[in-house]
């Protein structure tokens, strides 16, 4: 769910205009998973542009005061949650820690990095929001470490029904600074993509997991 629409079409402005987006529906991604996808999202892209970088900083601050208050904690998600988690807790002023996407093999075998107290309040920061599974393990090892989870946030959300529900069931409100059908009417304004590919955009949305095959 987006806060505010015109920041949502100023991110996925942003986005597009530094090419932290591409839409190729003719000439589709492969994702890890073997879903074949036709855009590619790479926000850690925004971090090398200090007035993209800043507005993204200051949203992400403006939409945790909003929406969850003043929590203990702001804790990233490795790795590209880690910078922008960073950037709003300095801004907030609050303590930061991360999670790792696992436990590490050695030394003390962290997933959690940072001072983390029994019953503190967290928001969590994400770059960008697919099926959830990643957010969610890192929102569980934040509850398994005694943390009180506010929710989640974070720049970019696809939308999917799947990540949808899985936040419900988790009981973990989220909210995103943009989300594919803002890109994709963000996209259609500026000229970047035409009539017929924005229903290809819209049909990979509906069924991505079969989409190009």
């Not at 959300?157 to 973990?172: I, L």
Request: with cysteine; net charge positive; charged share 25%.
């Amino acid at each position: 769910m987006i806060r505010n629409k015109d920041t949502a079409l100023k991110v996925a402005e942003f986005l597009m205009q530094i090419k932290a987006v591409k839409l190729q529906p003719n000439n589709p991604f492969t994702w890890a998973s073997g879903w074949k996808s036709p855009i590619y999202c790479d926000n850690r892209k925004t971090l090398s542009y200090p007035q993209i970088r800043n507005f993204i900083r200051q949203e992400f601050a403006a939409m945790i005061t909003d929406k969850f208050g003043e929590p203990d904690l702001i804790a990233g998600v490795a790795t590209g949650g880690i910078p922008h988690g960073v950037l709003v807790a300095q801004h907030l002023g609050l303590p930061f820690a991360y999670v790792r996407s696992e436990s590490k093999g050695h030394g003390l075998e962290n997933m959690i990095e940072g001072e983390v107290g029994n019953k503190q309040s967290v928001v969590v920061v994400e770059d960008l929001i697919s099926t959830g599974g990643s957010s969610l393990r890192a929102v569980q090892a934040l509850k398994d470490a005694g943390c009180k989870v506010k929710g989640l946030v974070a720049i970019f959300s696809y939308g999917f029904r799947v990540s949808d529900e899985a936040f419900k069931k988790a009981k973990c409100p989220y909210f995103t600074l943009t989300n594919y059908q803002t890109l994709i009417e963000q996209a259609m304004a500026s000229g970047f993509i035409d009539e017929s590919q924005r229903k290809d955009l819209e049909l990979w949305k509906e069924h991505p997991d079969t989409w190009g095959k």
